[in-house]
């Protein structure tokens, strides 16, 4: 067995010369051998070291002239501030603490900055790759971010999503799965779902499987929102779903083994995984932002991971002040040229043998949401492939549904015509039909429930939801399609300070927001206790906020920490008059 131990690396040395010229405050390093950036805070004789490396999607920090006493750096991605002072983000406030390095002195006072790395899990028990036979392992996509692994005599399925809609309403399959999908399904012999967001946790498509096979292995990984915490609420039966511990290997058979790891900035709720087959491992990130916290395994045979952008309501939903259609356009460039870049050099970094962008074929398709579909660009699979070609010898394939690549054959000659198996010829690629009516008369049918008959239910669903102590007012407005007030419907105040309902604005100095959202979707999320990430991420709503700052605990709240049992509208309803 290899000796698993932490390891200390040196990342940036300085000597005692630019030690001695540390000036008061922040100070801006780089690595020229490595190209990494470091940021040194000094306070008399105290210091403290970090990463130049944003926590929230790794930007790169730059000096905030705003602030006057030095202390802070400002995010050039999203304007995100950090104290180096206290190593806390203070835009958005109360989200992150950002990591620090150890500072090691030498004896002429010269500096290096340490960090000390655990060992990687994915090391312990190592296996040699053994060669693999034509046909041996073959990976087939179905569609978005669902793969289907054939692994010797073994089936195995990454986040089935192939039919009906994900976030409420807001996305739907960009790619028409191979017909044949629920066989497929059924035949595996577990499945693997990486997080709990409905283009990868998928109802509608669990529904049909569990209806022939409710006993079907999936496996989860163990996070602080439990992935199917949902479950019971959702009429799905699955009797088989495994919650199984972070960074250890999880035996299948002799030969095949999967390890799933957390996400770095969302270890609540995100996961990715590790399969290994006869010593040939393959890393799908899934939507990661910094899958186990950046430390991912090199060489492997094959690796997948999200490309696309656009997956979050900003900016695309928000309007007033800097939102100009103008200025939205610029920045979604920006970002995903930002995003493309990104995974083209942390692909160059960990050099696969084969990449494969997936989990981003989706679709605003619904008629209401053209704005969306118009104004929210997805990066393009093959762009990225090109710029990783260019700048490694990386192989690099972009999927089409029902198309399978052999590893054996790709591992042994990346030429090889029968490498990648494309779909036979007259396949249907692009889906230019969704089955919408099923979908939202789901949704509508919580227009008309009991519980809105009574204005009361906005205390109870907020005095639920849990969330107080927090200076913020919000106006909440129930809209019809074109996010206009519906006729009827709701339109209140809710001061988080101290959870009241005000009729106007209270005197006190406090931030605002506006929130717009389509009748039936919020009243199907508040009826269930659902997340408000249908709301957010499904385009659902219209936002505008005043000044124009991002309240993570708000959101994170409402997105991830709500209570995992639906309000009891039963006792409410018995209570009303």
């Not at 995974?343 to 008629?367: M, N, T, W």
């Not at 669903?461 to 102590?469: E, L, M, S, V």
Request: hydrophobic share 35%; net charge negative; glycine share 6%.
């Amino acid at each position: 067995m290899m000796d698993r131990k932490q390891t200390a690396e040196t990342l940036l040395s300085l000597s005692p010369a630019e030690v001695a010229n540390l000036k008061e405050g922040i100070n801006f390093f780089r690595n020229k051998t490595t190209g990494k950036e470091y940021i040194l805070y000094k306070e008399k004789d105290h210091l403290k070291a970090c990463k130049n490396l944003c926590k929230h999607q790794g930007g790169l920090f730059m000096k905030d002239i705003e602030d006057l006493d030095g202390r802070s750096v400002k995010c050039t991605k999203h304007n995100w501030k950090l104290d180096v002072s206290t190593m806390k983000y203070i835009n958005p406030p109360g989200s992150f603490c950002q990591d620090e390095l150890v500072i090691e002195m030498d004896e002429n006072n010269g500096l290096s900055l340490v960090e000390l790395n655990p060992p990687n899990p994915w090391d312990s028990d190592p296996r040699s790759p053994e060669e693999l036979a034509f046909g041996e392992v073959q990976i087939t996509y179905l569609t978005h971010a669902c793969m289907d692994l054939k692994l010797g005599d073994k089936r195995m399925v990454f986040d089935p999503w192939l039919i009906g809609p994900a976030f409420a309403r807001g996305w739907w399959l960009l790619h028409e799965p191979p017909s044949d999908w629920l066989e497929r399904l059924c035949k595996a012999d577990l499945i693997y779902i990486s997080h709990m967001h409905s283009d990868h946790l998928s109802y509608p498509t669990l529904k049909q499987l569990s209806q022939r096979r409710p006993d079907i292995p999936i496996y989860v990984g163990d996070t602080e929102r439990p992935v199917f915490w949902n479950l019971g609420q959702s009429g799905v039966r699955l009797t088989n779903i495994n919650v199984v511990p972070f960074g250890i290997w999880q035996q299948v058979d002799k030969s095949l083994r999967f390890m799933i790891l957390m996400d770095g900035v969302h270890p609540e709720m995100d996961t990715c995984i590790i399969v290994e087959y006869k010593g040939h491992k393959i890393l799908n990130t899934v939507d990661c932002t910094r899958p186990n916290g950046g430390r991912l395994p090199e060489k492997v045979a094959l690796m997948m991971s999200d490309f696309a952008g656009g997956a979050s309501g900003f900016p695309m939903t928000f309007s007033g002040g800097k939102f100009t259609e103008e200025w939205k356009a610029q920045f979604i460039k920006a970002e995903r040229r930002k995003l493309l870049n990104y995974k083209a050099q942390l692909v160059k970094d960990l050099q696969p043998r084969i990449y494969c962008p997936f989990a981003g074929y989706f679709v605003e398709s619904h008629p209401s949401d053209k704005y969306i579909k118009e104004t929210n660009t997805k990066n393009d699979p093959n762009q990225l492939n090109n710029l990783i070609r260019k700048n490694s010898d990386v192989v690099t394939w972009t999927p089409r549904p029902g198309a399978v690549l052999d590893l054996g054959r790709m591992l042994k000659d990346p030429t090889d015509s029968k490498g990648i198996v494309e779909p036979p010829e007259g396949t249907k690629i692009y889906k230019d039909s969704w089955d919408f009516g099923p979908y939202l008369e789901i949704l509508n049918s919580a227009v008309r429930d009991e519980i809105f008959c009574h204005s009361s239910w906005i205390k109870e669903y907020f005095t639920w939801a849990g969330f107080k102590n927090y200076n913020l007012v919000v106006r909440m407005i129930e809209t019809d399609e074109d996010f206009s007030p519906f006729p009827g419907g709701y339109d209140y105040l809710v001061d988080f300070l101290d959870l009241s309902f005000p009729k106007e604005r209270p005197s006190r100095e406090h931030p605002y927001e506006e929130i717009h959202s389509r009748v039936d979707v919020i009243r199907y999320v508040v009826k269930n206790g659902l997340l408000w990430d249908d709301l957010y991420i499904g385009f659902q709503t219209r936002l505008l906020r005043d000044p124009d700052i991002y309240h993570h605990l708000f959101w994170n709240h409402f997105q991830i920490k709500l209570p995992l049992t639906p309000p009891n509208w039963k006792s409410f309803l018995m209570h009303c008059d």
